[in-house]
């Protein structure tokens, strides 16, 4: 795995689950793989989950994380080619990636969209500079458009809660109900994590239905076949699992439009009203979650809201990742 | 262990301190206890030695120890309950806890007070939503009101030096004075130090005085029995240890005074001249020290200070500590 | 090795080298040294390589690294004797070193040159006050007026790729001719990389040219014998190797000047221009660098810049000397 950006680099997802699931058993049976060897964890921007779950799994892996606070610890980066540097920005990416390359083993890279350039947050410009100049695999830690650590947790949390309702397996039966939603906020959010659960759910053996208010598609290529619902209660009826979210105009229709918000229509916030018309759905969310916003304080409070242990899980999506690029290191 | 913010979770103090002198002495002979564990260290507020000394102590048991500054590498986060997250805050601690509980065996947490809402303080509510919600044994690594690393390793610098001049453990013959002063500062500090500092003295076996100008009273449940005398002069006379500190107005008495400066008054400076009442008295303080403000060049460079061990002691208390944490862990 | 501030701190350099090749192919030969140990990393100035570097190369030696960024991470640190500390700054160095001491093996301080004061830079103020009252080793990771790690690790990749060239050793054949050559700046920065690397240089078997404008003279300790150019053509005549760096005033001739930008003449760019008369020199700088103005972009990029194998050879350097400091504690 050179890269992990989308749910085609963690290959057939059965295979992945149940890595996954051993790997949740078992969390310290691969201490040797990582020793000797660091991943430098690089944040453009602040983390909780990402920054405490990546160093608790490379630790379970016998890895060394080392972080780095780009700005706080470091210099400011210069990530545009061709420009005469005299401004405040003292570093190259061009350097600087190449550089952490030679100090590590892999590297893992937080860096949102900007949201103010489409292009250039959907060409994944800047998560491209690391897996292009670095010379190491590379993990995104939520970047411009995905963020697929979190995403495939979701996946994680998805199966081992659908055994629980049904008895069964993922993909041993019929397939779960999953609504994603969108769901207000006060400031403007990237795509990523829309973007990855959709991705993800339309590999997964379930069928996937997006709800959100008109001007809020996501792009093609990660809605694909997935149905969209404009009404949000329509979505709910039925649903197993309901995964809310917000995120600022993707720009499909409306380029010019990309990265604002587009209304703050609270009648979206999830509440108990639209949790009823669910078969019982749990509840999921990335967190952080703005309580009272995005979901009401009954929802999130209630037996059916499985955050916790979907956060929990983002220690075996990591953990997943980082072993099977340890193992193809070795394996070289 | 469940919490540890008082005298009493530590159980019986002559095992804690003989447990210490072991932990002192071989500080590496207990490094499987923490293998394959860590510890996350949550500061909301600036330290030093609490942050080195808390990564020490855990990598001599074994632990990784995993460091979160608050605000600065994550989200500002909410502490209060029911309201409508639309403001600058992103995250609730009602879901960062659990979330940080799930990534680690035990917590840290520096919490200070805020010095404007006593009750909210006194009721140390910020470290006891990570009691509460974590699932994991919780350290305080000074919170609103205690700061019981910092008094552990008071009371093992105590008993190392009352050795010294007497040849005695602490407990085996007279008792030594302890006096406890406050001193001036130019801002507004937390009581955390002096509360559990006198907590713990009355919990040894020393007799405690405490002195400082009228106002600064503490709160009763650590005063306790101990002399409380507001002549710092008489105070002094014939101590063995005299302890440093400022505090800001505990609002015992006066409780819209909660957390003010009452006063500056330079002539509780500890000096030579009150230095000189003592039998040959130690000198200690918590760190960080005001020179010239809360004591003088003069106490302070002398050889009778013992500021400096008292620190290096503050990775055998959060030893200890972490030990007996690690310990109950195991055999659960 | 008490402390590590100049070439003669490291000993023979022949020595050295073949050491830092060693360590270079087998980094992890030395894991049993550390283990039990721990390196306090203090950074009163940003880093990026020098904070990943350190940390790396103590982790291939089983040492625990414990990073410290002063102001952000603990408290405002006073540096001066006698002061009543009644402003911003709650500590003084006179306590806190010592007690970082108290938690470690060993200490690398990042404390850039503040440029306003001359006599104080050149005492190395703060880095004295770590050597003198830590009690540890003591290693300049960039201080007022020296970068060790930085020109030994330039040392290391100059031998690298004198053997490429030659396929002799450094030493054993004739020497090549190194440039060191001044470059323009928008901003003031310190002269610790260009002193230290006229220092090492000058011990080791190589032939010196320094060229800047006129008022740029380096300190007389670092330049010694070196023969100083003040046409940067000449200077680049036949030269082996380019080592390109801004550097402010060093107030040799005009103290006063101390500190400044005494001109940002674009011309001393390095570019192909001067590299032409080269014999076909391999380029160095110690990174960060401004591109199109330090150097341009066709030299950067070019196959002769050797700045990301330099960059990685500061694990090399680092881990040599943290070896070094090991070996000598378990002597002892």
Same mark, same amino acid.
């Given at each position: 795995?050179?890269?992990?950006?989308?749910?085609?680099?963690?290959?057939?997802?059965?295979?992945?689950?149940?890595?996954?699931?051993?790997?949740?058993?078992?969390?310290?049976? /691969?201490?040797?793989?990582?020793?000797?060897?660091?991943?430098?964890?690089?944040?453009?921007?602040?983390?909780?989950?990402?920054?405490?779950?990546?160093?608790?799994?490379?630790?379970?892996?016998?890895?060394?994380?080392?972080?780095?606070?780009?700005?706080?610890?470091? /210099? @400011?980066?210069?990530?545009? +080619?061709?420009?005469?540097?005299?401004?405040?920005?003292?570093?190259?990416l061009?350097?600087?990636v190449?550089?952490?390359?030679?100090?590590?083993?892999?590297?893992?890279?937080?860096?949102?969209?900007? +949201?103010?350039?489409?292009?250039?947050?959907?060409?994944?410009t800047i998560?491209r500079q690391f897996?292009d100049w670095?010379?190491?695999?590379?993990?995104?830690?939520?970047?411009?458009?995905?963020?697929?650590?979190?995403?495939?947790?979701?996946?994680?949390?998805?199966?081992?809660?659908?055994?629980?309702?049904?008895?069964?397996?993922?993909?041993?039966?019929?397939? &779960? @109900?999953?609504?994603?939603?969108?769901?207000?906020?006060?400031?403007?959010?990237?795509?990523?994590? &829309?973007?990855?659960?959709?991705?993800?759910?339309?590999?997964?053996?379930?069928?996937?239905?997006?709800?959100? &208010?008109?001007?809020?598609?996501?792009?093609?290529?990660?809605?694909?076949?997935?149905?969209?619902?404009?009404?949000?209660?329509?979505?709910?009826?039925?649903?197993?699992?309901?995964?809310? @979210?917000?995120?600022?105009?993707?720009?499909?229709?409306?380029?010019?439009?990309?990265?604002?918000?587009?209304?703050?229509?609270?009648?979206?916030?999830?509440?108990?009203?639209?949790?009823?018309?669910?078969?019982?759905?749990?509840? +999921?969310?990335?967190?952080?979650?703005?309580?009272?916003?995005?979901?009401?304080?009954?929802?999130?409070?209630?037996? @059916?809201?499985?955050?916790? &242990?979907?956060?929990?899980?983002?220690?075996?999506?990591?953990?997943?990742?980082?072993?099977?690029?340890?193992?193809?290191?070795?394996?070289?």
């Open positions: 795995m050179k890269s992990f950006l989308h749910v085609s680099d963690i290959g057939p997802l059965a295979t992945a689950l149940e890595e996954a699931r051993q790997v949740k058993a078992t969390p310290l049976a /691969w201490r040797h793989l990582g020793e000797g060897k660091t991943v430098v964890l690089v944040f453009f921007n602040n983390s909780l989950r990402t920054r405490l779950s990546s160093q608790k799994a490379a630790y379970n892996l016998g890895l060394q994380p080392i972080v780095l606070n780009v700005g706080a610890d470091s /210099w @400011k980066l210069e990530t545009e +080619l061709g420009v005469v540097m005299d401004g405040d920005r003292s570093e190259h061009r350097e600087a190449p550089v952490i390359g030679s100090y590590c083993d892999l590297i893992g890279v937080r860096s949102f969209a900007g +949201l103010n350039d489409r292009d250039f947050d959907y060409a994944e998560l897996i670095s010379g190491r695999p590379v993990i995104s830690l939520e970047s411009a458009t995905v963020h697929p650590c979190q995403a495939f947790a979701d996946l994680i949390t998805i199966d081992e809660y659908w055994t629980r309702k049904t008895g069964l397996r993922l993909g041993s039966g019929r397939r &779960p @109900k999953v609504v994603l939603s969108w769901a207000p906020h006060p400031r403007a959010l990237p795509q990523a994590v &829309p973007n990855s659960f959709a991705e993800w759910m339309n590999a997964a053996p379930v069928d996937l239905v997006i709800t959100h &208010p008109e001007g809020y598609e996501l792009d093609p290529q990660f809605v694909q076949g997935a149905r969209v619902e404009y009404d949000q209660m329509k979505a709910f009826e039925g649903a197993d699992f309901v995964y809310a @979210k917000n995120w600022s105009c993707p720009g499909v229709s409306c380029p010019q439009a990309y990265g604002q918000v587009l209304n703050y229509d609270r009648s979206w916030t999830v509440d108990e009203r639209q949790m009823a018309v669910t078969d019982g759905a749990y509840f +999921l969310h990335c967190l952080p979650v703005r309580r009272n916003v995005v979901v009401s304080d009954a929802v999130l409070d209630s037996p @059916k809201s499985i955050v916790i &242990p979907e956060a929990a899980n983002r220690v075996v999506s990591a953990q997943t990742v980082m072993k099977r690029i340890l193992e193809d290191i070795k394996n070289q």
